[in-house]
T-cell receptor, first 115, second 114 residues
Framework: DTAVSQTPKYLVTQMGNDKSIKCEQNLGHDTMYWYKQDSKKFLKIMFSYNNKELIINETVPNRFSPKSPDKAHLNLHINSLELGDSAVYFCASSQVLASNTGELFFGEGSRLTVL | QKEVEQDPGPLSVPEGAIVSLNCTYS??????FMWYRQYSRKGPELLMY????GNKEDGRFTAQVDKSSKYISLFIRDSQPSDSATYLC??????????????FGKGTKLSVIP
């Protein structure tokens, strides 16, 4: 049973389209994240949500809008897709505990290709 | 200067070799130091973490942190073909409200040749 699952795994679309990526975690964690990994494998945080509340919002175009209907789900909607949006998007979750390092549990990624 | 610097490689070694992977950082606020391993077409998974300066060993893996030099290392002994992956160093700060911010290095791609 996958801990952090994302759909779709692959997405190919045209410039200007709108698309969504969904994420669900069954670990009971309170915090979820979206990371972007570019073609050079650089992994950069985009957003984090704790219990449906936006906590981290890095410098990301406002074409990207995260939505968290509940603490187990964090979706990412992207409007007016551009070529530069092509990347692998990773969802992750974590839990704050006294002994925690903030370990992130990642999904397998959603590979977005914009043509 | 980027917050975390990591040589992207690629690094190719024969099976059984000792591998040394390194990162430097500039932000003194980083609290935890981690190594993630990412296999091709998969998400990163935590390999090891350390908090204080010094060494931490787990099987064939040793993580080393030198806070005074802002330098962290991962050593892999008796490397195996199954160790072939991209290794990402990561450093975390607590952003509040239950949220950690991890800053990743660019990752080093390692190939262990049988």
């Amino acid at each position: 049973d996958t801990a952090v699952s994302q759909t779709p795994k692959y997405l190919v679309t045209q410039m200007g389209n709108d698309k969504s990526i969904k994420c669900e975690q069954n670990l009971g964690h309170d915090t979820m994240y979206w990371y972007k990994q570019d073609s050079k494998k650089f992994l950069k945080i985009m957003f984090s949500y704790n219990n449906k509340e936006l906590i981290i919002n890095e410098t990301v175009p406002n074409r990207f809008s995260p939505k968290s209907p509940d603490k187990a789900h964090l979706n990412l909607h992207i409007n007016s897709l551009e070529l530069g949006d092509s990347a692998v998007y990773f969802c992750a979750s974590s839990q704050v505990l006294a002994s925690n390092t903030g370990e992130l549990f990642f999904g397998e990624g959603s590979r977005l290709t914009v043509l | 200067q980027k917050e975390v610097e990591q040589d992207p490689g690629p690094l190719s070694v024969p099976e059984g070799a000792i591998v040394s992977l390194n990162c430097t950082y500039s932000n003194s606020a980083f609290q935890y130091f981690m190594w993630y391993r990412q296999y091709s077409r998969k998400g990163p998974e935590l390999l090891m973490y350390t908090y204080s300066s010094g060494n931490k060993e787990d099987g064939r893996f040793t993580a080393q942190v030198d806070k005074s030099s802002k330098y962290i290392s991962l050593f892999i002994r008796d490397s195996q073909p199954s160790d072939s992956a991209t290794y990402l160093c990561a450093m975390s700060t607590y952003s509040g409200a239950g949220s950690y911010q991890l800053t990743f290095g660019k990752g080093t791609k390692l190939s262990v040749i049988p």
